[in-house]
Nanobody
Framework: QVQLVESGGGLVQPGGSLRLACAASGRTFSAKTMGWFRQAPGNEREFVAAVSWNFGGTNYVDSVKGRFTITRDNAKNTVYLQMNSLKLEDTAVYYC??????????????????WGQGTQVTVSS
């Protein structure tokens, strides 16, 4: 089992920044890919970004490229999502995810074996 606990959500004005953190525990040495999804009210869960746990490669949805950066700290078993130039449409619950599968990228929710409880990000003036 892998446990994921997110933190860092909150209220921010358009153009502002937030950094989300996801602390992983349990069988983290088996996780190959970690990432973030988000879900806005009335919408389906959407892939945001992912990082290869061992190699550090990254993958982003087009709408956040150049604004969001995903990183990982293997020593702390923590994944971060730095979100800059936030827009109203970034408002959502953000979920940390982990997959035991590596070797290729997937933006499908079913690819990810473990999910955190979510943290709310609200962008509002």
């Amino acid at each position: 089992q892998v446990q994921l606990v997110e933190s860092g959500g909150g209220l921010v004005q358009p153009g502002g920044s937030l950094r989300l953190a996801c602390a992983a525990s349990g069988r983290t040495f088996s996780a190959k890919t970690m990432g973030w999804f988000r879900q806005a009210p009335g919408n389906e869960r959407e892939f945001v970004a992912a990082v290869s746990w061992n190699f550090g490669g990254t993958n982003y949805v087009d709408s956040v490229k150049g604004r969001f950066t995903i990183t990982r700290d293997n020593a702390k078993n923590t994944v971060y999502l730095q979100m800059n130039s936030l827009k109203l449409e970034d408002t959502a619950v953000y979920y940390c995810v982990a997959s035991m599968t590596g070797g290729y990228w997937s933006r499908s929710a079913g690819f990810y074996d473990y999910w955190g409880q979510g943290t709310q990000v609200t962008v509002s003036s």
